[in-house]
């Protein structure tokens, strides 16, 4: 990634990723799919209620993830070997230690959580009973994230595809059998889902050490190194604080929105559903960006990682404004693919034409995130989470309480939060600050 056409290699490395993570949110589509039109709006609506809670303890993981990302980009684009692989070797111990505990906590606090977010009584037996099972699952996810990562990092975005797309597959056979055939309800929904995203992740750890030459390992390599996984930590911790703050104010928001009543819960669940699908090519681009910035820095090129960053805000504003001319045209019919309630169609479908005129500041956020991560500048992610805190939190509960806007309110806090997100996130750039923090 160090010669050649910027643009080029990141496009070339961010179509196997969008894939991937096009494949990986087909797991929350077919379980949306499938509850909403076989168990209801109701049973919807409970699941919508778990997936700011789910997302919390997933994003806290992955945030691990990419830190070690960012340590093994840069080891790699210096060329030194032996620390890339105690990188990875350490990495893995930190987010297998991490990664069970939060599967633990989080299956514990389910109910309670749930209740303290005012989820409907009628919801709450189906809302718990999700959660604990998908949230049982999170070292699956931290797990398939983790690998993820360290193959992204050495330039490989295409082998964790590959069992990712069977693993696509195997939920939605698995949904099909434990929700229409064994009639388990919405817990037969999670259970599938954590079941392909564990052996997606086994499986492909399997794969990966036995085939990647860079991460053939000596007893030398294989040992805890303090300093190390200090490195790992210190790297992962501000963008896992980060994705933990985004996650508690998307839980706040999910809060304001089960006041609305079980219609604009469904709306919102549809709606969160879409723009997670949306949201794939964007994060691709960011960890398309983050590892580019990352081998560049560690080979001595700066300026050739900000051309790559350039190039994909482009790219994402280009794509931003395609799909808000797709939802104009088609809003109706692609929120219908999910439920059949017709007041659900009616407010997903305008909702979704809402946030989409602010994907293109979406797109900003992520590239430019990506470029901040990859540069070594993991300190800011905290910044950038305490100002999606502050913006959901104070905007949801001052737009939604103005009679003329009600519910609607839900959706334009989303959409101001991300243009003032981007904002901050250019500015960091231009500051120059990122420029201090490059080390390897």
């Known amino acids: 990634m160090t010669e050649g056409s910027e643009t080029g290699h990141i496009i070339s490395f961010a179509l196997p990723l969008l894939g991937g993570n096009l494949l990986q949110q087909t797991y929350n589509i077919v379980d949306t799919i499938i509850v909403g039109h076989f168990l209801g709006d109701n049973a919807l609506a409970a699941v919508g209620a778990t997936g700011s809670i789910t997302y919390l303890f997933y994003t806290l993981c992955i945030g691990l993830s990419i830190g070690a990302g960012v340590i093994i980009s840069q080891l790699f684009g210096a060329g030194d070997m032996k620390k890339m692989r105690l990188a990875v070797v350490n990495s893995a111990a930190v987010t297998a230690v991490f990664g069970i505990a939060v599967s633990i906590i989080s299956a514990l606090i389910a109910e309670p959580v749930l209740r303290a977010l005012n989820v409907p009584d009628l919801l709450i037996g189906d809302a718990a009973l999700y959660m604990r099972i998908a949230c049982g699952g999170t070292a699956a996810v931290a797990a398939y994230n983790w690998i993820n990562a360290v193959m992204r990092a050495l330039g490989d975005s295409k082998t964790p595809l590959i069992f990712l797309g069977a693993a696509s597959l195997l939920n939605a056979a698995l949904d099909l059998l434990f929700v229409m055939v064994l009639g388990l309800g919405v817990g037969g929904a999670a259970f599938a889902t954590v079941l392909a995203q564990g052996l997606s992740a086994l499986v492909c750890i399997i794969c990966c050490f ?217 500015m960091r750039f231009k500051s120059g600050k990122w420029k201090s923090k490059i080390k390897i």
Not at 212 to 241: F, Q, V, Y
Not at 280 to 296: D, E, H, K
């Open 210 to 426: 036995s085939r990647c030459s860079e991460l053939k390992m000596t007893r030398e390599d294989i040992r805890a190194d303090r300093k190390m996984m200090a490195k790992c930590i210190g790297a992962g911790l501000p963008i896992a604080a980060q994705n933990g703050l985004i996650s508690v104010s998307m839980v706040a928001l999910q809060r304001v929105t089960n006041g609305f009543g079980e219609t604009v819960m469904a709306a919102y669940t549809v709606s969160m559903r879409i723009e997670q699908f949306i949201q794939q090519p964007f994060s691709s681009l960011n960890a398309a960006v983050s590892t580019f910035t990352g081998q560049n820095i560690g080979a001595g090129r700066s300026d050739r990682a900000v051309k790559g960053m350039i190039s994909a805000i482009k790219i994402a504003v280009i794509f931003a404004f395609a799909v808000l001319v797709i939802f104009i045209l088609f809003g109706k019919a692609i929120t219908g693919i999910f439920v059949s309630g017709e007041d659900v169609i009616f407010i997903a479908s305008r909702a979704i034409v809402l946030t989409g005129c602010f994907y293109w500041a979406l797109g900003i956020i992520h590239t430019v995130r990506g470029f901040l991560n990859g540069a070594g500048d993991t300190g800011y992610a905290l910044v950038n989470g305490t100002a999606e805190v502050i913006c959901r939190i104070g905007l949801s509960l001052l737009l939604t309480s103005a009679a003329a806007i009600g519910h609607w309110g839900i959706w334009l806090t989303t959409c101001c939060t991300w243009f003032v997100t981007a904002a901050v996130s250019l």
